[in-house]
């Protein structure tokens, strides 16, 4: 028995390492026909990016289409907006793609990045128990169905991560004229966590949750959170690309990073961005500046 | 460029844990007590449990002895947040103690840790009680002790080896990040732990706050080992 069972895991050993054969050829033939692109003195840039960008899936829908175009690799690494600014500020990026204005000015200000290039908007989402406890249905903006919750002391869920989308909900309270604080206010909740596992908390506590609606569309079927309230003006959500300035860090790649500000600019793939997500969810994700 | 940023967030980190310190720092001292209070619950759980049953898998042979002991070899490597996602599921409104609304609790939390750190000292009492115990016995034979008296006898023979495994589950305890960030939701003011808060200041790029906070941790882990080895007594620390 321990015999036929040992010629079993050895046949099993040997087509799995066949396999493995099968799929390295392949990826060595696809890398062949990529080098034989143009290719550029220094190759790889290193884009930082926030949460949400990264799972909305747009980067990784274009990137191969900017690689193969272009030959560059592009290495884009993910992190919440202060990390993912901060990561510009220590050299650790060529450029940004983040959506925070007020910190995007404040690391241009600083001399670490060159210019700010708004280029796509979407629109924040509240999103709560499909009973509305707090009654935030139909308001006007963003900040008046924050202070319904307020008073309703309806439990609300913050990021608490400073990121982008904790920022903006930062904002809205002060343009409702409140500042709750998870210390003395029950129902706020600072999870310092991010959109997924707020939306989850959000879902499982039947709270109020501000999202981008990316996030959202993407989670809906697992969750118990309806769409409340949507796109008001206070709820706009500006991204933009910033080239790191490279006299304020050493070997930065500006020439990459200014080649992929570029191609995300040019007419075709700001068409390909305002397509995307149709297909999957009925509308767009993102809006392109005009 | 990475090494002079280590070297300034360091030189930071500690002038801001001091001043978090000496200025006691609410946020701060409240994530310290949430972290006490969570490692303290759920090591003395696991020790209530878990040592009684380590007595007991080390002190007799039975038969069919190799599987039990086989389980709990696999349980003691049970990785955190396995361990969470099952406390998270049985806890989440849609599972079977949804009722209960314990998810994104302290409680929540001690019971993560308590399914993870059961096994390893139960696991550890064992092989711990195993070394000594026939010795023990026989001369329990041979003086007529009783029952209670015998158990007494084996927990006072290992007193030194089993305050590690106390300090090993409390160890595991105060370092877990995986299971109860997912059962306890990292919640400002009421479910947030040291470590959860390094991996959250560390996401936010602040990195003088997470040094600070690493700094911390480790202090008191130091001081909470120097009490236990008072009381290992003189010549177990290999002085």
């Known amino acids: 028995m321990k015999k036929v069972l040992g010629i079993f895991l050895a046949m099993v050993l040997v087509i799995a390492s066949f396999a493995g054969c099968a799929g390295k050829t392949d990826s060595v033939t696809t890398t062949g026909e990529t080098t034989s692109k143009p290719t550029p003195a220094n190759v790889v840039i290193r884009c930082s990016t926030t949460t949400s960008v990264n799972d909305s899936g747009l980067l990784p829908y274009l990137e191969p289409m900017f690689e193969k175009e272009t030959g560059y690799d592009l290495q884009v690494t993910s992190n919440g907006t202060g990390a993912a600014i901060k990561l510009g500020e220590t050299g650790d990026a060529d450029l940004l793609l983040v959506h925070a204005k007020a910190s995007e000015e404040e690391f241009i200000e600083k001399g670490f990045g060159i210019e700010r290039k708004p280029f796509m908007y979407n629109f924040f989402v509240i999103v709560g128990p499909a009973n509305d406890p707090a009654g935030i249905k139909g308001s006007a903006t963003a900040a008046e169905a924050f202070k319904k919750i307020a008073d309703a002391k309806q439990p609300f869920i913050s990021r608490g991560d400073d990121s982008g989308t904790h920022k903006k909900e930062l904002a809205l309270w002060k343009a409702a004229g409140l500042e709750p604080n998870g210390a003395s206010d029950e129902w706020y909740i600072s999870a310092g966590k991010g959109m997924g596992d707020c939306l989850t908390m959000g879902s499982e506590k039947s709270a109020y949750v501000i999202t981008d609606k990316g996030t959202y569309l993407s989670m809906k079927d697992k969750l118990n959170l309806e769409l409340l309230m949507g796109e008001s003006d206070d709820m706009k959500n500006t991204y933009s690309l910033i080239a790191c300035n490279p006299e304020k860090n050493s070997g930065l790649n500006s020439e990459g990073a200014n080649a992929f500000i570029e191609w995300m600019l040019k007419e075709e793939t700001l068409k390909l961005i305002a397509d995307y997500g149709k297909d999957k969810y009925g509308e767009a994700l993102f809006l392109i500046i005009k | ?239």
């Open chain 2, 1 to 239: 460029m990475r090494l002079p940023l280590l070297l300034r967030c360091k030189m930071n980190a500690f002038k801001e844990a001091f001043n978090l310190i000496v200025s006691f720092d609410k946020e701060l001292y409240g994530i310290i007590g949430v972290t006490m209070r969570m490692s303290f619950s759920s090591v003395l759980i696991s020790c209530l449990l878990g040592i009684p049953a380590g007595v007991v898998l080390g002190s007799k042979n039975f038969k069919g002895k190799s599987l039990p002991m086989k389980i709990l070899h696999t349980l003691m490597g049970l990785p955190p947040v396995v361990a969470g996602l099952i406390v998270f599921l049985l806890l989440s409104r849609s599972g079977p103690l949804g009722s209960l609304k314990l998810l994104f609790t302290v409680r929540a939390m001690v019971i993560a840790q308590v399914l993870l750190i059961t096994p390893i000292v139960t696991g550890l009492t064992a092989s711990v009680v195993a070394v000594k115990t026939p010795a023990i016995l026989e001369t329990a034979r041979g003086l007529r002790l009783s029952k209670p008296t015998k158990l007494k006898l084996i927990l006072k023979e290992n007193k030194a080896p089993l305050v590690s495994v106390v300090l090993t589950g409390f160890g595991r305890a105060i370092s877990e990040v995986g299971a109860i960030s997912l059962v306890g939701g990292n919640i400002q003011h009421k479910t947030r732990a040291m470590t959860t808060a390094i991996v959250l200041e560390t996401g936010k790029g602040n990195f003088e706050f997470a040094i600070a906070l690493g700094l911390i941790l480790l202090i008191i882990a130091f001081v909470i080992n120097s009490i236990a080895s008072s009381f290992r007594g003189d010549g177990y620390d290999y002085t």
